[in-house]
């Protein structure tokens, strides 16, 4: 269903569809399906490279957080050019990769269960740089300062947020935020982090500096995800109980707006111009894009099974399919 026409045809939206193992390629203007590679067994969350050329896809192998099985042990490289995967990063003893990012090196940072570890990954090399042990139980998502000494990770089977010392590989301290620690986002003078905690039904605001909460926000409904405006004065936290995105004015942290994005709403893309928002809804198979200025709905991306992860990057309408 399409609501609005505002974004350029050049912009193009890659969202990772968790349960039909691939990446799909679309319009951000129309929703229209461009293409759809196959990346690995149960892939979760995706990184770009600086460039925006390739994107690194976690295959975690398993449909949740909650079962035992050991899962993957990979990540897919996708030319975002070509559209097509063109290599794998094998991770040997380290199962179920989760989280990554991107660091200012061009290192890759993954956190992955079994054991639950941290790894610095080189894609160019498709080599385990460094490991560190978390800890903690499931370590979900990953959050690195610019400089790379410091990690963040959201432990969601011990109710954690950790604490790493990336030059020494000491960890600094466990920071109890309870229930099921999710997704993070931190803020660009890296002060704060804002972690979702799923059962908790709160954000907890991490105080970086003395690595302690400092704060509550109250977001019934399961929040998820967490991601910020350019300007860093909104948060966009995804209910996956509710299937909503609230919109939260960081510097009251209160609640000021509620989209209704579909059942099990998870994923947040934010468009490089700084314009759109984007939620995936799993058990509904779409991808709302939003207003960053208005919060108003705008288009309906139709996707395959599971939609988590999306990015939205810039492509010419003159490159060879």
């Known amino acids: 269903m399409l609501f609005s026409t505002a974004a350029s045809a050049q912009e193009v939206a890659v969202i990772v569809h968790k349960w039909d ?20 067994v149960k ?14 896809i976690t295959n975690y192998g398993v449909n949740s957080y909650t079962q035992q099985e050991e899962g993957g042990n990979s990540i897919s490289i996708l030319d975002l050019v070509r559209r097509e995967k063109v290599g ?18 061009g290192h890759l940072f993954v956190t992955c269960d079994f054991p639950p570890t941290l790894l610095v990954i080189d894609p160019a090399r498709r080599a385990i740089l460094r490991e560190y042990p978390v800890g903690q139980a499931l370590p979900h998502m990953v959050m690195i300062t ?3 000494k410091k990690a963040y990770t959201a432990n969601s089977g011990s109710g954690t947020v950790t604490a790493i010392d990336l030059v020494t590989g000491a960890v600094i301290k466990h920071i109890d935020i309870g229930g099921v620690p999710m997704g993070m986002v931190m803020t660009k003078d890296e002060r704060r982090i804002y972690a979702a905690n799923r059962t908790g039904n709160r954000v907890a605001i991490i105080d970086t500096g003395r690595d302690e909460v400092s704060d509550w926000i109250e977001i019934p409904g399961q929040p998820v995800r967490a991601a910020l405006t350019p ?6 936290v995804t209910l996956i109980e509710s299937g909503e995105a609230v919109i ?35 058990g509904e198979n779409k991808v709302i894009k939003f207003s960053l200025k208005d919060w108003k709905p705008l288009l309906e991306i139709k996707t395959a099974e599971r939609p988590d992860p999306i990015a939205i990057i810039k492509t010419s309408p003159t490159k060879k399919r």
């Open 231 to 236: 300007d860093d004065r909104r948060l966009i």
């Open 146 to 148: 610019r400089d790379e």
């Open 248 to 282: 939260v004015d960081a510097p009251s942290r209160r609640v000021i707006h509620r989209i209704r994005t579909g059942a099990n709403s998870e994923g947040i893309g934010i468009d490089p111009s700084g314009q759109f928002g984007y939620v995936s809804a799993q």
């Open 21 to 40: 193992n691939s990446a799909g390629f679309y319009d951000s203007n129309t929703g229209k399906q461009l293409a759809k590679v196959e990346v690995g």
């Open 88 to 105: 794998e990063i094998g991770l040997g003893k380290f199962h179920r990769p989760h989280g990554i990012e991107l660091g200012r090196s």
């Open 43 to 56: 892939p979760h969350e995706m990184a770009l490279s600086a460039d925006r050329r390739l994107a690194y």
